[in-house]
């Protein structure tokens, strides 16, 4: 089984911060790896994937980056929407996810 | 516009068997690079992989979990059905069907609202 280690688990950010949530493999998985947000009570959306392609309708402020086994999201300019926990998501072999970050306000 | 709507017993007892059915619509699971899936999320813990199944009946499954679980699609109805035996309490969870297809086959672009099951006598 592949393993995902996403660091940190929990962020505390402002408003207008860039922040950056990384996602490491056990092994390589090229580029299959996907990120999603989560809010309290909804199902995940999805945000990037294939590592760097974002989802249709996803603001730009968010972009992701990486090969191999290490990856990265970034988020240019936090706004309030975006407070919430955020998976990454490996398909190269079969599927596992990270155990979640969660994004706080400071 | 895509949807999906998990269906199925929201209480279950240790050792039966849970029967989940994901009924959507916007799309046909006859079409080529389709696929829908099944996610799990026990209370406050992270997302877990069960199963997937595709356009040609092409199925994955959870390596730790694939003695236990099953998928099927019935095409006719726009249902994809998840079974799973012998449930403990730690499966406990809200149970999530998704849908994938074209070029992020294998991601999860739409997702249904989820259903909490919870294993307890």
């Known amino acids: 089984d592949i393993q995902m280690t996403q660091s940190p688990s929990t962020l505390s950010a402002s408003v207008g911060d860039r922040v950056t949530i990384t996602c490491r493999a056990s092994?390589?998985?090229?580029?299959?790896l996907a990120w999603y947000q989560q809010k309290p009570g909804k199902a995940p959306k999805l945000l990037i994937y294939?590592?760097?392609s974002l989802e249709s309708g996803v603001p730009s402020r968010f972009s992701g980056s990486g090969s191999g086994t290490e990856f990265t999201l970034t988020i240019s300019s936090l706004q309030s929407d975006d407070f919430a926990t955020y998976y990454c998501?490996?398909?190269?072999?079969?599927?596992?996810f990270g155990q979640g970050t969660k994004l706080e306000i400071k | 516009q895509i949807t999906l709507k998990e269906s199925g017993p929201a209480l279950v007892k240790p050792t039966q068997t849970l029967t989940l059915t994901c009924t959507f619509s916007g799309f046909s699971l006859t079409s080529v690079g389709v696929g829908v899936g099944w996610i799990r999320q026990p209370p406050g813990k992270a997302l877990e992989w069960l199963a997937n199944i595709y356009w040609d009946d092409g199925k994955n499954h959870s390596p730790s979990l694939k003695s236990r679980v099953t998928i099927t699609k019935d095409t006719s109805k726009n249902q994809v059905v998840l079974t799973m035996t012998n449930m403990d309490p730690v499966d406990t969870a809200t149970y999530y069907c998704?849908?994938?297809?074209?070029?992020?086959?294998?991601?999860?672009?739409?997702w249904g609202q989820g259903t909490l099951v919870t294993v307890s006598s």
């Open positions: 998501h490996q398909y190269d072999s079969y599927h596992s």
């Open positions: 294939k590592a760097s």
């Open positions: 092994q390589s998985i090229n580029n299959w």
């Open positions: 998704a849908h994938s297809s074209g070029e992020k086959i294998e991601t999860f672009d739409i």
